[in-house]
Nanobody, 112 residues
């Protein structure tokens, strides 16, 4: 069974940066899966943030384009989300997704 564990969240000031990581275990086929990051702010529905395909093509939500970068390290079974120029509206729990599997989430709070 696939397990996804996110890390790297925290409290950061507006304009700051964070790097989220998502480590996958329980599969030897990590490299074949498209991976994605989602987020859910208080009182709002979960929304897609970014994705990276098995051949490393990337896509981003308009709200984060130019500020966030998704990448993957297949030998480490890990996907990353580099977040720069963070805004208060980026505050949310960020979730990693692989097919039908979800991580437990990591909290990102952008506040002065």
């Amino acid at each position: 069974q696939v397990q996804l564990v996110e890390s790297g969240g925290g409290l950061v000031q507006p304009g700051g940066s964070l790097r989220l990581s998502c480590a996958a275990s329980g599969t030897i086929f990590f490299r074949l899966y498209d991976m994605a990051w989602y987020r859910q702010a208080p009182g709002k529905q979960r929304e897609w943030v970014a994705s990276v395909t098995s051949d490393e093509a990337t896509n981003y939500a308009d709200s984060v384009k130019g500020r966030f970068t998704i990448s993957r390290d297949n030998p480490k079974n890990t996907v990353y989300l580099q977040m720069n120029s963070l805004k208060p509206e980026d505050t949310a729990v960020y979730y990693c997704n692989m097919w039908a599997s979800w991580g437990q989430g990591t909290q990102v709070t952008v506040s002065s």
